[in-house]
């Protein structure tokens, strides 16, 4: 019992469960399926806040474009799924049966060599993690070998995610151009748009995003997460002790890619459709903003932040429509200027230290009750209504009284 204690406190699992016991438990319960898949769709933005705790938070590097990650797991993902939509039986009508609609509309014959490792799923599922991952690495070293960061770094990668969306934009015989891809209905011929379908995509977004936690968690308590935050704090001072400082930031930017990457994913799958609006420098912006209302120092915060403000912007447009940019604008401004840590510094600064305090005048109280029980062990033995016994000091008194009374008599 005491190694799990120890376990829970060294990895701060206490949070994690209740946030499992949340998405797992209280809102499947709770809210009905169209609901729960708006909930599944937030998770998968939850992926990218988390990577960006790990790249921002600990790791010290703004990136600015992680939508651009977050789009290439999705693209990967929506990629397979198009091809089993066009089959050459769904596709018949078409001038060349067998490939996507939107190739056959710009006169394109063949399948495109790119196309063809996604013909497999496993393959498909590798190039979700590893082509996020890829470009990741030629970014950041690139960059970071050249001791390249700050509001330079934040800028290249707002300018890598404009290039790739004018780049799927203007190649629409090969990528669905400004639609995107659509009409993504099966996965193996597993019908993904059925109730039953999306509350199990719902618990593998869960299952998958408590695992990322988890990963990102063992990472911040070992020697590497020591690291990272010297890194962030003192770079020059871990350079100098004979650490390469470029090798961390690689790492730390690959794996928030890979996380974004499977995001995007679980994405498509669950909404059925990916296109370049998923990739460009406002989902970027926003996912930013995940991280900072969550508190880009916390993993869970990062979860509680993407829902909170998603949740917010589907409250806001659905019941001010004219006003709920401006609504959002006050909720993100409110909870920076209120809590500058996000909403786990509200947790951290405000509420544990009254619980705390709390838990110490309940030991007050105790402890001050104990004293009195030792002080006084038993209870005084209640008076009787007749004369009084013996045992009480007035009992000899009134005897003697009564023995004079009977000698003047």
């Known amino acids: 019992m005491n190694?799990?204690?120890?376990?829970?406190?060294?990895?701060?699992?206490?949070?994690?469960?209740?946030?499992?016991?949340?998405?797992?438990?209280?809102?499947?319960?709770?809210?009905?399926?169209f609901r729960l898949n708006l909930v599944g769709k937030y998770l998968c933005y939850a992926f990218v806040a988390v990577g960006l705790v790990m790249v921002w938070g600990y790791g010290g590097v703004l990136s600015l474009g992680q939508g651009?990650?977050?789009?290439?797991?999705?693209?990967?993902?929506?990629?397979?799924?198009?091809?089993?939509?066009s089959d050459p039986v769904s596709t018949?009508?078409?001038?060349?049966?067998?490939?996507?609609?939107?190739?056959?509309?710009?006169?394109?014959?063949?399948?495109?060599?790119?196309?063809?490792?996604?013909?497999?799923l496993p393959l498909a599922l590798i190039l979700v993690v590893a082509v996020p991952m890829l470009l990741a690495w030629l970014i950041s070293f690139a960059m970071f070998k050249r001791r390249v960061g700050g509001v330079y770094f934040a800028i290249i990668t707002q300018a890598v995610a404009l290039i790739l969306t004018v780049l799927i934009i203007g190649q629409q015989g090969y990528t669905?151009?400004?639609?995107?891809?659509?009409?993504?209905?099966?996965?193996?011929?597993?019908?993904?748009?059925?109730?039953?379908?999306?509350?199990?995509?719902?618990?593998?977004?869960?299952?998958?995003?408590?695992?990322?936690?988890?990963?990102?968690?063992?990472?911040q308590t070992s020697k590497l997460g020591t690291l990272l935050l010297a890194m962030r704090d003192k770079e020059d001072r871990v350079r100098f002790s004979g650490y390469d400082v470029s090798n961390f930031k690689v790492f730390t930017f690959c794996l928030a890619a890979g996380l974004s990457g499977i995001g995007g994913a679980l994405f498509a799958l669950q909404v059925g459709f990916m296109?370049?609006?998923?990739?460009?420098?406002?989902?970027?912006?926003?996912?930013?903003i995940f991280a900072a209302v969550g508190g880009r120092m916390s993993l869970?915060?990062?979860?509680?932040?993407?829902?909170?403000?998603?949740?917010?912007k589907t409250l806001f447009s659905e019941s001010f429509p004219d006003l709920w940019l401006f609504l959002m604008a006050a909720l993100f401004?409110?909870?920076?200027?209120?809590?500058?840590?996000?909403?786990?510094?509200?947790?951290?600064?405000?509420?544990k230290p009254w619980w705390r305090q709390r838990g110490v005048t309940r030991k007050t109280e105790a402890a001050r009750v104990a004293a009195a029980h030792a002080a006084y062990p038993e209870p005084l033995p209640p008076r009787t209504a007749g004369k009084p016994t013996s045992a009480e000091p007035g009992s000899q008194h009134g005897g003697l009284h009564d023995g004079m009374r009977g000698q003047s008599a």
């Open 3 to 33: 190694a799990i204690k120890a376990l829970v406190l060294r990895y701060q699992l206490g949070s994690l469960l209740l946030l499992t016991l949340l998405l797992a438990v209280v809102l499947p319960l709770s809210l009905d399926i």
């Open 68 to 85: 651009v990650f977050f789009g290439l797991g999705g693209y990967a993902m929506a990629m397979f799924l198009k091809l089993e939509a």
């Open 92 to 120: 018949k009508i078409q001038s060349t049966p067998g490939i996507p609609d939107f190739m056959d509309w710009n006169q394109i014959t063949e399948l495109p060599l790119m196309w063809l490792p996604f013909k497999s």
């Open 176 to 219: 669905g151009g400004v639609n995107g891809m659509t009409d993504l209905k099966t996965l193996l011929g597993w019908d993904t748009r059925t109730d039953s379908a999306k509350y199990i995509l719902y618990f593998v977004c869960v299952a998958l995003l408590i695992g990322s936690i988890v990963l990102c968690r063992w990472i």
């Open 275 to 288: 296109s370049p609006s998923f990739v460009g420098i406002v989902p970027s912006i926003e996912m930013v």
């Open 300 to 312: 869970v915060g990062a979860v509680y932040g993407t829902l909170l403000v998603n949740a917010g």
């Open 333 to 351: 401004i409110g909870v920076t200027m209120a809590f500058p840590m996000g909403l786990a510094g509200l947790w951290e600064e405000k509420i």
